[in-house]
């Protein structure tokens, strides 16, 4: 399984109706792509004080890498991820994204 983290360094000025609107339809895009699933998202609560940029993010689990290659060349995730980047400070540089290869159940 690959546990996908995006955090995200919102602009001060970002439009949180857009951001629930991009989160509402990234959310969409997991439950009908096969593969996908556990899409989590909400503010950095930050309770060590390492990331205080970065104001939120989403964490979204999938099966497979050909799994998370399929989602990041849908469509409809592309237009999505383009809204989101706007609402970032210094566009795709305020996005953090790190993926994490999980063990699956079976081998824990």
Known sequence: MI????MLR???DHDAVELAA???GLSAVAERMP???????GPNRDFEAKSPSYL???????AAEADL???ASDET???LGARLVALCVDGAEGVLVFDLEMPDAADQ
């Open 10 to 12: 919102l602009r001060p």
């Open 77 to 79: 995730h592309q237009q």
């Open 3 to 6: 546990r996908h983290c995006v």
């Open 22 to 24: 991009v989160m509402g």
């Open 35 to 41: 593969g996908c699933g556990g899409f989590f998202h």
């Open 69 to 71: 290659q399929r989602y």
């Open 56 to 62: 939120c993010g989403f964490t979204l689990d999938f």
